[in-house]
């Protein structure tokens, strides 16, 4: 998130106030890449992964919810954060809530989930569209590519919403996978954010290694041994079963 711009002749107050939202953003954004991180060391279901989840939802929520909201306030504003601020957000509310209720049961606030996946949809196409109307395709400093990936994202997350609203909840590998994948996706968009999205704090020679691109294909990496180790697992149990009804 860029530096918020506060007018010179503005009260003490005020300029505190934005130095503790810059603060907070940063110091938030730094507990949930390097609790989600931690997520993916310690076993899955222990009471240390829980604490460190709950971590993790905590400073990602603060994160994402400051940069939605101020981005449109900078003193050149940025749409594509707005839109990463808020699927962000969402990402990790809905991952959260998948957890939070019994297998097979939904809530009426997951309905409300739907309407913010399309929303996020028909927001990154329009700003895409915008995008591609500049000779150089960009929009706000950002290149139209990053629309498309909000895109695909929301369009995934819209289709897991509807599918859990017909079929009244999710259960099993399923479920662990919609918890899975929408965490591991916001921790994606928070880390390409820092490495990628800032890269002038890092030293000259950082930026020219290439290293900074390691943190979200070393995250992509995780995302799909996770949801191949639970595909197998379900595979495995329903085998299992198939053979104790034989």
Known sequence: MTVLYI???????????AAAVLYLHIGAGSVGILSGAA????????????????????????????????APFLP?????????????????L??????????????????GLLTISLSVVAASAYLFW????????????????????????????????????LQRGVTGATRLARHLWRMTVALFIAANSLFLGQQQVFPKAVQKSGL??????????????WLGHVAWGAHKRKRVRRLQAA
């Open 130 to 165: 915008l995008a591609m109307q500049n000779p150089r395709g960009m929009l706000d400093g950002q290149p139209g590519a990053a629309f498309v990936m909000f895109i695909i994202i929301g369009s995934l997350a819209a289709v897991g919403d509807l599918r859990m609203i």
């Open 212 to 225: 900074l691109n390691v943190p979200a294909l070393l995250i992509l990496g995780l995302l799909l041994f």
């Open 39 to 70: 997520a993916f060391v310690f076993r899955k279901g222990t009471p240390l992964h829980r604490l460190i989840g709950k971590i993790f939802v905590i400073s990602m929520l603060i994160m994402s919810g400051i940069g939605a909201v101020v």
């Open 7 to 17: 007018a010179p002749e503005s009260s003490p107050l005020v300029h505190a106030a």
């Open 76 to 92: 050149t504003p940025e749409r594509a954060s707005v839109i990463a601020g808020i699927l962000t957000f969402y990402l990790v």
């Open 94 to 111: 809905s991952s959260w809530m998948t957890v939070k209720h019994k297998p097979g049961q939904i809530g009426r606030f997951d309905h």
